[in-house]
């Protein structure tokens, strides 16, 4: 038969386990023991608590006497022949965990071995769990054996020591969950050393990630510096360019203009002068036909002059020789031929007067006239010289207009650009801002994730394993009817258990179909002792 203890480190095992390959020793063979006799085989797997097997081994004595050293493959499991009336001492070791010994004694009566040819024990299973050593915890009560099976004459099969096993089992117990606390913390510290190394390894690949989004940032940046230095550059040279070409056109229209407004002054002045020696031309003119005219006059007075000398000389000396007869008459012609010369001379003299008052006036009215065209076509130079000079400030206005328009609205361009680039650069550095916080909340939430999931785990193990633990008054308080049966639905398997009560002894017997197929019988008496059953025993005991 197969029998667990109520030690957590014993579990249960169906004997369809034995078609799985295993590490078989047979520890001695009796080549006079008879062949129709079946030898006791123990088998069973070493569990090693949060670790793995690779370095354990089971040191075999027989009769106080080390016969074999096994080293445990990866899987854990052994199996072992044993001879029959023997004292056999299993002893598992792994250096950094204490180690645990079973006790196996053989001893048959004469009787039951001779039976066995018949009636052949089934193999026993047990399974061992090794807890990691710490300091400041004395293992010393794990010096002796953690059980001892033996044969049961009250059972008619091997089992555990219930003497043995109540003596020892509270020491066992208090150490085992000494080095459990131990574990369990550790544990915790392990998951969150192991918290604290993904949440660095997930605040390296931040850092990392904010390295690439800086390195990236920084080359768009960049390139759009360059970009934006380019196009700067470009605007300012077309600016430059505009503003080469404006002052090129305002000094050529400058030089133009200057030239044009000398060469109308030029012209003004060759007017002008042209005027003034015509004026001067016309002056000298008129000043020597004032003269010719006046020497004319004069001459003509010069020579009226002279002939009225030789008229008066003639008639003087005609008057002399005729003074005498014509004295009284010639008194008379005298007086009124002076009245006739008088009369002649002054409407002369008048008519002179009138001419050179006519010329004057001519002259006077022609330098007016003159002054007044001179005045005039200075007048009109100066309106030329007035409109020529306000032109030149309208077109200087307008194109300082232009030009400051054109520089107000490439400063507009570049107040925008700057303005956009400051409100993208603020996006920017937003959405890093919140990036940076979700990474890092999310590195958090993913610590404080795994420090829950160690801490449930870790509780979750210790309800398993409390629920384990077999309370016998509970149950028959629980159970009252003679057959009780319940229903257990696991994620891969199913549990059928049928508790009988037979005058309060409360026997448990237990289905367990796995989802893969496997279906395994087991049962579980007053003493909380398991024993894998065939199909047969437990349909037979639960109809």
Avoid: C
Avoid at 209 to 234: F, G, M, P, T, V
Avoid at 338 to 344: I, L, N
Avoid at 502 to 531: C, P, T
């Amino acid at each position: 038969m197969i029998i667990k203890n109520k030690f957590k480190h014993i579990k249960l095992r169906s004997t369809k386990i034995l078609k799985i390959t295993s590490l078989f020793i047979f520890l001695v063979f009796n080549p006079f023991i008879n062949k129709a006799q079946e030898p006791f085989v123990i088998y069973g797997r070493l569990k090693i608590e949060h670790g793995d097997v690779k370095g354990s081994k089971i040191i075999v004595k027989k009769n106080n006497k080390v016969i074999n050293t096994v080293d445990l493959p990866n899987s854990g499991k052994f199996e072992f022949v044993l001879d029959y009336n023997s004292n056999y001492l299993l002893s598992f070791k792994k250096d950094g965990y204490v180690a645990k010994s079973i006790k196996i004694i053989t001893d048959l009566p004469s009787d039951i071995l001779e039976s066995t040819k018949d009636e052949p024990f089934e193999p026993f299973h047990f399974l061992v769990s090794l807890f990691k050593q710490y300091k400041g915890i004395n293992t010393v009560v794990f010096n002796q054996p953690v059980g001892i099976i033996r044969y049961s004459e009250s059972l008619d099969d091997f089992d555990y020591d219930t003497d043995y096993t109540k003596t020892v089992l509270t020491k066992f117990n208090k150490i085992e969950n000494e080095l459990k606390e131990k574990q369990k913390q550790e544990d915790i510290d392990k998951a969150r050393a192991q918290a604290a190394a993904k949440a660095k390894i997930k605040a390296e690949e931040i850092a990392k990630k904010l390295a690439q989004i800086k390195e990236k940032a920084e080359a768009r940046k960049k390139a759009e510096a360059e970009a934006e230095a380019e196009k700067q550059a470009k605007k300012e040279a077309k600016v430059k360019a505009e503003q080469e070409a404006i002052r090129k056109a305002t000094e050529e229209k400058r030089i133009a203009d200057a030239k044009a407004k000398a060469e109308r002054e030029a012209q003004i002045k060759a007017e002008q002068e042209a005027m003034r020696k015509a004026a001067e031309e016309k002056r000298i003119a008129d000043a020597k036909a004032k003269a010719e005219r006046e020497a004319q006059i004069k001459a003509e007075q010069e020579a009226g002059r002279k002939a009225e000398e030789e008229r008066k000389k003639t008639e003087a000396e005609a008057k002399a020789k005729k003074l005498a007869q014509i004295k009284t008459k010639a008194e008379e012609k005298r007086i009124a031929d002076a009245k006739a010369k008088a009369k002649e001379q002054a409407e002369k003299e008048a008519k002179l007067k009138a001419e050179q008052e006519t010329m004057r006036k001519a002259t006077e009215e022609k330098r007016i006239a003159d002054a007044k065209a001179k005045a005039e076509q200075e007048a009109k130079i100066k309106a030329e010289q007035e409109a020529l000079k306000k032109a030149e400030e309208e077109r200087k206005k307008t194109e300082a207009e232009t030009n400051a328009k054109k520089l107000a609205q490439i400063k507009a361009e570049q107040e925008a650009s700057r303005k956009a680039e400051e409100k993208r650069k603020k996006a920017d550095a937003e959405a890093k801002t919140k990036k940076l916080a979700q990474i890092k909340a999310d590195a958090e939430a993913e610590a404080k994730r795994l420090a829950n999931e160690a801490r449930k785990k870790i509780k979750r193990n210790a309800a398993a394993k409390k629920s384990e633990q077999f309370d016998k008054k509970d149950l028959e308080t629980k159970y009252t009817k003679n057959k009780t049966v319940e229903f257990i639905e696991k994620s891969n398997r199913k549990i059928t258990r049928v508790i009988i009560n037979d005058n309060k002894k409360i026997i448990i017997f237990i289905k367990v179909v796995y989802k893969w197929g496997g279906i395994f019988y087991f049962i579980q008496d007053e003493h909380s002792h398991f024993r894998n059953i065939s199909k047969i025993f437990y349909e037979l005991q639960t109809q």
